[in-house]
């Protein structure tokens, strides 16, 4: 069944390379699934060497993992481990159908991206975008070929999470949303179409929850309860998905939400001051609270 929204499928181009700008965790595991689902070449850009080593070897050291659990035989994870390379050149997407970017998010940056990408890719490469909360519309419209850049809204941790949100701007054009429909099916993810609004629709729905948690925390009750109370509802305990997604993202996830519908949506303070200081998480490796991220806690 096609999914709602979504073009004949016979519009889809063909997927034979893969781009993605960015190597950091979002990006070099947005790589080890399009190279083992697709089993096409993938290439991780980043600004410099040192960042695009660090995707490419997360990659191989993943691939490792999935053949000593017997997911993959040898020969496939040495196939996994050719096919997923590196390069601080965009250059390197000039055969490349599908470019995708999970940079820092900020239209400006985006924007400089996609223009960049412009200047190597050929006229049909789809460009797609892993934003969490940013406008499509406003990301494409000063490219020379806005009809080709789609929202491609994937879930951590991206092997696991099941959906991938597609968006739409006002330019994008059937040939590239049927393109990016039949690449996320191919992923062996389900494929929803939403609006282009702040945050689109699973974050807008995260972000409630989420601010709220950040509210009873504000208010003065302790992290733990907050995350033990969550245990029967959600899978992760939500100060503990903070620290998988990330706490900048969480907190220009609420920002975008708060600064849109101001009613509805808590930005806590509190995770402001996190971010502020460059923390990661609020958990340690070894599973405790970090006291360091506590004592940056106003007392309510
Ligand atoms: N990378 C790859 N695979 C992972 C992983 C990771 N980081 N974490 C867990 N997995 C895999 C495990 O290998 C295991 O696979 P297997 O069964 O095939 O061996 C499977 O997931 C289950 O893992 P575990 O048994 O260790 O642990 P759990 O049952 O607790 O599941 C979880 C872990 C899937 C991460 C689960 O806690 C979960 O679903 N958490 C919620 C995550 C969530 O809400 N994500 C959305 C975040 S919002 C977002 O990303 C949007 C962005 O824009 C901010």
Redo the contacts with the bound molecule.
């Keep these: 069944k096609r999914p709602a929204g979504a073009p004949d499928k016979s519009l889809a181009r063909k997927v034979t390379k893969i781009g993605i700008v960015g190597a950091g965790l979002?990006a070099s595991?947005m790589a080890l699934l399009f190279a083992r689902r697709l089993g096409v070449p993938v290439v991780l850009t980043d600004l410099d060497q040192e960042r695009v080593d660090k995707g490419v070897a997360y990659v191989h050291a993943?691939v490792d993992?999935l053949a000593d659990?017997g997911?993959v035989n040898p020969d496939k994870a040495n196939f996994l481990k050719g096919i997923v390379t590196g390069s601080t050149s965009k250059a390197a997407f000039a055969d490349a159908d599908f470019v995708i970017e999970a940079v820092f998010e900020e239209m400006s940056v985006k924007k400089t991206v996609f223009a960049q990408c412009e200047e190597v890719i050929s006229p049909e490469c789809i460009l797609a975008t892993?934003?969490?909360?940013l406008d499509i519309t406003q990301m494409a419209a000063d490219l020379k070929h806005p009809e080709r850049v789609v929202g491609f809204?994937?879930?951590?941790?991206?092997?696991?999470?099941p959906l991938v949100e597609i968006i739409k701007s006002e330019h994008t054009d059937d040939a590239t949303l049927a393109t990016a429909f039949a690449t996320g099916k191919g992923l062996g993810k389900t494929c929803i179409l939403v609006k282009n609004s702040p945050?689109f629709v699973?974050?807008r729905l995260?972000g409630r929850f989420m601010g709220e948690v950040g509210k009873i925390v504000d208010e003065g009750t302790p992290i733990e309860v907050a995350d033990a109370a969550f245990a029967g509802i959600?899978?992760?305990p939500p100060f503990?998905?903070i620290g998988?997604?990330?706490p900048a993202?969480?907190l220009h996830?609420n920002e975008t939400l708060h600064a849109a519908f101001p009613e509805r949506f808590y930005s806590s303070p509190n995770l402001a001051k996190v971010v502020e200081a460059k923390k990661t998480g609020f958990y340690g490796p070894d599973g405790k609270l970090d006291p360091s991220v506590l004592d940056l806690f106003e007392a309510p």
């Design positions: 979002m595991q993943e993992k659990k997911r892993n934003t969490s909360s809204h994937f879930f951590n941790p991206v092997a696991v999470m945050s699973v974050n995260l959600a899978p992760m503990v998905l998988l997604v990330g993202i969480a996830n």
